[in-house]
Every structure is written in C-alpha cells, then in structure tokens.
C-alpha cells in the first residue's frame, strides 16, 4: 500500500508515513464494534508496517485492555503503577518537575524476558503542548540494508539481554552475567531473528537491554553492537509520531525499536501501556 489505501471489506483508511515503517490508520473507533475484517486488517498492518497509529480515540482502560486481548493474551506491566486497579495496564509518567522521563532510549521492551512482549500498545491520556514525541525505527529495514558478509557474521549469533541496566539508569558498567539471583531478569536470544508471519528478517539487539554476545566478553562486543546500534540510527529506517490526546500506537517489539523524545520539561505527559505476549522466536 502506498499514499492511502483502505482496506478491503472495511471502512479502514491506511496511509505509510515513509516507505520503511509506520502507517496512520484512520476512520475507525476503537471503542465500537467492528467486523472481523477491521480486526484482521489491523493486525496484518501492524505486521507490515512495524507499528501503526490511531488518533481521537476515547478509550476507558477496559476498553483498551480488550483492544489488546484481541491480538493476543495480555500479561502485567513490569516496573510501571496499575492503572485503576487493572494490572495489565501500566502508567507511564512524567511530571511538570521532573526531568528525567521513561524510555528516552532506543530499545525493545522487554527483551530479557526468555519470551519478550511480541508487542505494546499506547495511548496517550495527556500531551504537552509540545514536544514529546516518539521515533521509531524499523529493524527489519536495519537487516535488509546490511551487506551480505556482515549477515554472514551475525547469522547463528546469539546475544544476552539484561534489565539491569534499565534498573541503574542505563549504566554502561559491566553487568554480572553469573549470579543470576542478584539480577531482574536476563535471557538470551538470537541476534537476527525471523518474524513468525511472514520469515522475513530483524536485528534483535537494542542499546537499552543487550550486554554483549553470548561467548563474548562485553569489551569484544561492544565494536560490533556499536556499529550496529549506529547503522539502525539510519534516518531512512525511522518515522517520527507526534502525539495529541487520543492517540495510540501499537507496535510490533519483534521488528521495531522506540525512542521517547524528552524535550518537554515543565510539561505533564501521562500514557496509558498495555503489552501482548509473545509466541516463540523461530
């Protein structure tokens, strides 16, 4: 699909936001019903796209917990406050005095999981008046663009993901890969995964959660995950989504990273997160 297509047997508008990842899907209402075909639709622009979004949605939290449930069993948030009591539900915050803010870091949520969140859903309660938006890059793009020998090396690698770096502010220090009991949470996963709809290819390593290869020491891999943590940066694989109330994103954590964009201070910004489990990496 290109410039704006709907798609068929259903009212939904689909418009690409570049030619790497992204799509706006318009004319529907979330809280309504809807045909299978919408429901259907949504999910293959998702696994197209990398990640869509929806504006002028009015949502209450059951609403947009159901929203998720239909793509997928939904699990509780890690690390975030229950919204009303619903545990599937996380609030992701940032107050008119505070300056750090959530996310503000490429990553993939939850990587060190042994299955990571196949994928997330926001939706975005209050916006500043500017700024605070979300890139998103596509990891699929990031692969395909690689030369065949650097492939090559990257097939079969596997690579450690930990949390613990989330924990300490995204310290750069080593992390201890042995006493496991001391740590959240870490995993291993193959460093080039295959996208269980289609086979099609992605880098599965993100700045925020990886360590270093498995079998290497965090210094031998920091030239390989550097370079490949800069080559993703391509302004080509990234679209940029700018936020008003009502907004939601829904992505797919397989194929993208996300960066939350802190350059509002002084401005209250509150979303509302819900994240679907995952199938097996194949």
Avoid at 5 to 13: C, V
Avoid at 43 to 68: K, N
Avoid at 129 to 158: I, N, P, Q
């Amino acid at each position: 699909m290109t410039g704006m297509d709907k798609a068929i047997g259903t009212t939904l508008e689909i418009h690409p936001m570049t030619a790497a990842i992204g799509a706006e899907l318009l004319n529907v209402d979330l809280a309504a019903a809807q045909s299978p075909q919408t429901w259907n639709a949504i999910g293959d622009a998702l696994y197209r796209y990398g990640v869509v979004f929806f504006r002028d949605q009015v949502l209450t939290p059951a609403q947009q917990i159901e929203f998720a449930r239909r793509f997928g069993d939904v699990s509780a948030v890690p690390l975030l406050g229950d919204v009303d009591g619903y545990a599937e539900l996380g609030e992701v915050r940032k107050e008119r005095d505070q300056r750090d803010a959530t996310g503000n870091i490429w990553h993939t949520d939850q990587s060190a999981r042994a299955h990571p969140v196949r994928a997330t859903v926001l939706l975005a309660r209050e916006v500043p008046a500017v700024g605070g938006d979300t890139c998103f890059v596509s990891m699929v793009s990031a692969y395909e663009a690689l030369s065949d020998g650097m492939k090559r090396t990257l097939e079969g690698l596997r690579a450690i993901h930990s949390e613990a770096r989330v924990l300490t502010r995204y310290s750069t220090a080593d992390v201890n890969l042995v006493d496991e009991a001391r740590q959240p949470s870490q995993a291993t996963h193959p460093v080039v995964i295959r996208l269980p709809e289609d086979g099609r290819k992605a880098l599965y390593v993100n700045p925020s959660k990886t360590v270093c290869f498995e079998g290497w020491t965090q210094k031998e891999s920091a030239g390989l995950l550097g370079f490949l943590y800069q080559h993703a940066q391509r302004l080509e694989f990234m679209c940029r989504f700018r936020w008003r109330e009502g907004s939601m994103a829904f992505w797919d954590n397989y194929q993208t990273w996300h960066y939350a964009v802190n350059d509002y201070h002084g401005q209250r910004r509150l979303m509302h997160r819900t994240v679907i489990e995952s199938a097996l990496f194949r």
